[in-house]
Structure formats: structure tokens, C-alpha cells
């Protein structure tokens, strides 16, 4: 439908921010529910960035998803942070208010559990011992989401050591540390493996884990989605494991923002999938 003086507006926020699949993302969702409204790509350098977020409500927009670099820098930007920011230590979208107050939130916490519930059906936190791999923003956000859906045990691993120790001071609860020398004897009796690093991406190297103590009826998920199936993936399901891929966390993670945005809470559907694995062809 064709915009209005009515329409209701949000965007992805970051520096820069043309390789952002949100527009494409939000875009599907707004045509299919036939709103009026936009989301567009919103390119700030890091030293506008905490104007340019105090302006939203001046601009009349609705919210936005904040990326990198400004992930770090919104935390102090916004009013209040809800409890998944608080949780996570970072937020990735912001809501204005009716009153104009901005309201930081993290839906990356929500994308990987739905994710995984989705492409693993049956799946439970509880069901095991998992394993993360990493300890950058993406790993804290997978392991705070773990923990609080009743995962017995996490065991964390990172090739910088201290940098896992950090997110298991900061949750608590069953995070424990393995040192990365340890990753393939610490899959012995989990239910779960998560890669949150960036090996296996384009780019990157692959992933060195050697799966052979993996139990066979271990689900094993890997949040890069470029390209979407990493060699990890590719090894745990010829060994017969499930796998989930991150496509679904991204689409999963876009659904609480549209909803605070827009007014409706939208589904992840197999066409929506295909849209947005089209947009990485071009």
C-alpha cells in the first residue's frame, strides 16, 4: 500500500548500514500485513549516533533496531532498558514512547529460542547440558536466553579464555567454563551445541571441533546464516544430528520490534524465508 501522512515509521540504526537485511525483513512484513508504514536504513556515524537516537521521537518515529557500532552506545542513549536488555547487557531495538521516552530492549534473547524451538521441534533448554561456543555480544544473548529457560548446565568456550569468564560472572547460574582446548571432550552428554563465534562464516576460517563425543541425538545450531549451512552444520547432520541454521534467528529476532512498531506480531514463514535468502544472491 502506498504510504500516508499517517504512516508509522522505524528503521535500523548502525555505520554503515547498507548490508542490513532488516529493510528487506520489516519490508516483507509490511506489505503482507498491508500496513501503512515504512522501515528504513538509517546510516549514522558513531559520533551523531546518540543524537540521532535522542531525535527519533522529534522525527516522529515509532523505534528502531540499533547494529554495530552502536550497540554499546545506545545502552546509555535511551531512557530505561527493559528486563531482556538488562538481562543481555545490550539492546539491538528502541520503542518511543506515546510520551516521547525511549525504551531499549534485546530481542536476540527471544530470535534464538525461537529459532531453535522451530527448527528443532521438541527441543527443550532443559533437556541437557549445552555447549556455547564464543563470547562476544551474540554469545552472551545465547547464553542469558539458555540459563533463564532452564538449561541445567552451560558449558562456555571461547579462544580468549577471560572474555568467557566475564559472561559467567555477569549470569550466574549454570555457566561454566571450558577451556578451548577442551571443546571437543566438552560435548560428551549434551543436548545442545551452539557456534557464536564467527568461524565457519564466509570469510572466516572454519570451526575446528572434531564431533566425535557429540551424542547422536544432540541438536547442533549455528547463529551465522552466511552462508547457511557452515561446515559445522554440514558435519553434524552427515553424522545424522539436527541441525538449525541462523536464518531463522535473525527473521525470529525482527518479530518483537515489528509488533512494538507496527501493532502486529508477525510469523516466520517459508516465504518469508525465501525472500530473504534471495536478497543474499544479488
Not at 238 to 267: E, S, T
Request: hydrophobic content about 50%.
Amino acid at each position: 500500500m502506498s504510504l500516508t501522512g499517517a504512516a508509522r515509521i522505524a528503521g535500523v540504526m548502525g555505520w554503515p548500514v547498507a548490508h542490513s537485511r532488516s529493510p528487506a525483513l520489516h519490508g516483507f512484513w509490511l506489505a503482507e500485513h498491508g500496513i501503512d508504514g515504512a522501515y528504513v536504513p538509517l546510516a549514522v556515524r558513531p559520533e551523531r549516533a546518540r543524537q540521532a537516537i535522542t531525535a527519533l521521537p522529534l522525527l516522529g518515529f515509532a523505534g528502531c533496531n540499533v547494529t554495530i557500532p552502536h550497540k554499546e552506545l545506545a545502552l546509555a542513549a535511551v531512557d530505561e532498558i527493559d528486563a531482556s536488555g538488562r538481562r543481555a547487557g545490550a539492546i539491538n531495538m528502541i520503542t518511543v514512547g506515546a510520551d516521547g521516552k525511549l525504551t531499549g530492549a534485546n530481542s536476540d534473547m527471544f530470535g534464538f529460542l525461537e529459532n531453535l524451538r522451530a527448527g528443532a521441534p521438541g527441543w527443550r533448554a532443559a533437556d541437557g547440558p549445552a555447549v556455547v561456543l564464543g563470547a562476544g555480544g551474540g554469545a552472551r544473548s545465547v547464553v542469558a536466553a539458555l540459563a533463564d529457560d532452564g538449561a541445567p548446565e552451560i558449558r562456555l568456550l571461547n579462544r580468549t579464555q577471560a572474555r568467557a569468564e566475564e559472561i559467567a560472572r555477569a549470569l550466574g547460574g549454570p555457566v561454566r567454563c571450558v577451556p578451548w582446548n577442551d571443546r571437543a571432550h566438552a560435548l560428551a552428554g549434551v543436548s545442545l551445541v551452539v557456534n557464536a563465534t564467527s568461524l565457519g562464516m564466509d570469510g572466516q576460517p572454519p570451526l575446528d571441533l572434531p564431533l566425535d563425543q557429540l551424542p547422536a541425538d544432540a541438536v547442533v545450531n549455528d547463529i551465522v546464516y552466511v552462508p547457511l549451512e557452515t561446515p559445522l552444520l554440514a558435519a553434524a547432520r552427515a553424522r545424522g544430528n539436527r541441525v538449525v541454521d541462523g536464518l531463522g534467528m535473525l527473521l525470529h529476532q525482527g518479530r518483537p520490534g515489528f509488533a512494538a512498531w507496527f501493532g502486529v506480531m508477525p510469523a516466520v514463514t517459508p516465504a518469508l524465508r525465501r525472500a530473504m535468502l534471495a536478497t543474499f544472491a544479488r
